[in-house]
Every structure is written in structure tokens, then in C-alpha cells.
């Protein structure tokens, strides 16, 4: 295993300060080329509610990423745990639940609220809603470059939470699953996962890699 580089002091500070900025960055484009992104944001307990459920197919692919021994998940996995995990290894619970909320807020804003909501009023028509979809989704997926295969399920979960918006025509509905999916995911990852260390993640991962470097001779 590499050696772990310690995150930055008052790393969940500058976390929730960067997610912040874009909810002000959403905006002030917004307000720049005439559109607001958050126009469509209302509260509403039964939509509120809806965003909640709409967690768990997130947290189900979440998990298919982390069981399946398929190669390219099971270098995704071993990525994050080498690189995202340490990050927030030294984040409270209060920290990881106000990282998740401002990122909620701040990428949906500006990938759906800004982007999506923008081509589409632009463009026009049901054209419009699929390019704005596209679009946002496709831009979700190149701000997480992680990996090729983080960046087609960030896609993947971006085209979801455009979908959801565009289906409740509420965007607390797209924050509420982005914050709530952030939280559990980070919670399991930092709190309840085994390292990989003293487990059987890593042997997995071991073994995939060596079955793919034997394969090769």
C-alpha cells in the first residue's frame, strides 16, 4: 500500500467552503446569463420525503461497487479507499452530515439547477430537457474524476438525479438524495467498513489483480 498523505488541516472546513462556493458560483452565472437556478426549489414534506426513497437505488449501485468482484469495481474500490477515505478519516459525524448537505446544495444547483435547467430553457422544447440532461450529467461525471470508472457511475447517478427533478420539477428533491446518499455513503466508508488493510476487501482485490496479471502472460 502506498503511503497515506494526511489531508489538509481543517480539511472539513475547506470541504464545505469549496461546496458552498459553488451554490454562489450556480448563482451568480445564473444571474449573469439571465436564469435562476434555483427557481424551481421549494420545501415540501412529501417531496422531501420522495428524495429520501429515491436514496436507496444510489446506495444499492453503492454497494454492487463494493461486492462485486468485477475488476474494474474492485479497483474503484481499492482507489477510494487509498485516496477519498483518508481525506475524511479525522471528520465527525456533524462534519460528514454538513459536507454532505453543502454539496447537496452546491452541485445540484449548479449541475441541475444551472446547467441541466439552463440548456433546457435555452434550447427549448423536449430537445431541450435531453440535451440539458445530457449535459449536466455528462459534467457531474468529469467534476469526479477519480477514475474512468468513477467518472460512468457519477454519470450514471447524475443522469438519476436529473431525472428526479425533472420528474418532481422540485430540486429539494435531486438535494435531498445527493446529501442523504453523500452522508451514508462516507458514514459506511469512514465508520463501519473494515479497512482493507486487515480484511477481505483487499485480498479480493489482490486476487482479482493477480488472476488479470497471470491472464496477461
Not at 479525522?90 to 439547477?113: D, N, T
Amino acid at each position: 500500500m502506498e503511503d497515506e498523505l494526511p489531508p489538509p488541516e481543517n480539511f472539513a472546513l475547506l470541504a464545505t467552503i469549496f461546496e458552498a462556493f459553488l451554490a454562489f458560483l450556480a448563482v451568480g452565472l445564473g444571474w449573469l446569463f439571465g436564469y435562476a437556478p434555483a427557481a424551481t426549489f421549494r420545501l415540501d414534506g412529501v417531496d422531501a420525503a420522495w428524495g429520501l426513497a429515491a436514496t436507496v437505488p444510489a446506495l444499492a449501485l453503492f454497494w454492487v461497487c463494493l461486492k462485486c468482484p468485477w475488476a474494474p469495481f474492485a479497483r474503484l474500490t481499492h482507489i477510494v479507499e487509498e485516496r477519498l477515505v483518508p481525506m475524511f478519516r479525522q471528520c465527525r459525524l456533524l462534519e460528514i452530515a454538513a459536507i454532505s448537505l453543502v454539496a447537496g446544495i452546491g452541485e445540484e444547483l449548479l449541475f441541475r439547477g444551472l446547467l441541466q435547467g439552463g440548456l433546457a430553457q435555452w434550447i427549448g422544447g423536449s430537445v431541450g430537457v435531453w440535451v440539458g440532461l445530457a449535459a449536466g450529467s455528462l459534467a457531474f461525471g468529469l467534476a469526479h474524476p477519480l477514475s474512468f470508472t468513477y467518472f460512468a457511475i457519477t454519470s450514471l447517478i447524475g443522469l438519476y438525479l436529473g431525472w428526479l427533478w425533472n420528474s418532481s420539477e422540485n430540486l429539494l428533491v435531486p438535494i435531498t438524495t445527493h446529501a442523504v446518499y453523500d452522508f451514508l455513503a462516507l458514514v459506511y466508508l469512514l465508520k463501519v467498513r473494515r479497512p482493507t488493510a486487515d480484511g477481505d476487501d483487499q485480498s479480493d482485490y489482490s486476487d482479482q489483480e493477480g488472476r488479470e496479471k497471470n491472464a496477461k502472460y
